[in-house]
């Protein structure tokens, strides 16, 4: 079996603030959110996806990763589903690199909202075994998520960028 080449951690950059019981919106008023609606990834870092991100260990072998789609379902009772779509790829010191077959990850989850922040919390029993809590901001027709991701040995931040896009889900 093939060793894990890349794994994917999203770990939690911004601790939401907590709401004072004075903050608290109303229990007959949810608190306003994002607008239910699918969310495309229309950038990493600034770039077009695919995204991709290429390192080396100490011994040249190469790691790649490219970030090909993720989409954010954000659905009603504060629930939400992410479908990503994504390559790992090994190639050992001067072997051309090919490119694998795309892989796929669906996680659902709860989200809470604390102003213009996002608290995504996965349901490890739906896909998000090992995925740690996420933090984003949103506005109207965008939410922005930073993660931590893994790629052999050397971890990388990114801040992925979201916009609304009713023809998907």
């Excluded at 950059?13 to 949810?30: D, Y």
């Excluded at 770039?47 to 100490?58: C, E, N, Q, T, Y």
């Excluded at 939400?80 to 072997?95: D, K, S």
Aim: proline share 8%.
């Amino acid at each position: 079996m093939r060793p894990l080449i890349a794994f994917i951690v999203i770990v939690a950059l911004v601790r939401a603030p907590k709401l004072s019981a004075q903050a608290a919106p109303p229990a007959a008023s949810p608190a306003a959110g994002p607008a239910v609606a699918s969310y495309v990834a229309a950038s990493v870092n600034g770039g077009k996806l695919p995204s991709r991100d290429k390192v080396s260990d100490k011994d040249g072998t190469q790691y790649v990763v490219e970030f090909d789609e993720l989409v954010l379902a954000i659905r009603p009772a504060m629930q939400f589903r992410a479908a990503l779509r994504y390559r790992q790829t090994l190639a050992l010191r001067g072997a051309a690199i090919e490119k694998d077959p795309i892989q796929r990850m669906t996680v659902y989850g709860r989200y809470e909202v604390h102003g213009n922040m996002l608290r995504f919390v996965p349901d490890p029993k739906r896909g998000g075994k090992g995925i740690q809590i996420l933090d984003g901001t949103y506005a109207p027709g965008r939410i922005d998520v930073p993660f931590y991701y893994r790629n052999g040995q050397v971890s990388r931040q990114a801040q992925m960028v979201l916009k609304r896009d009713d023809s998907r889900f």
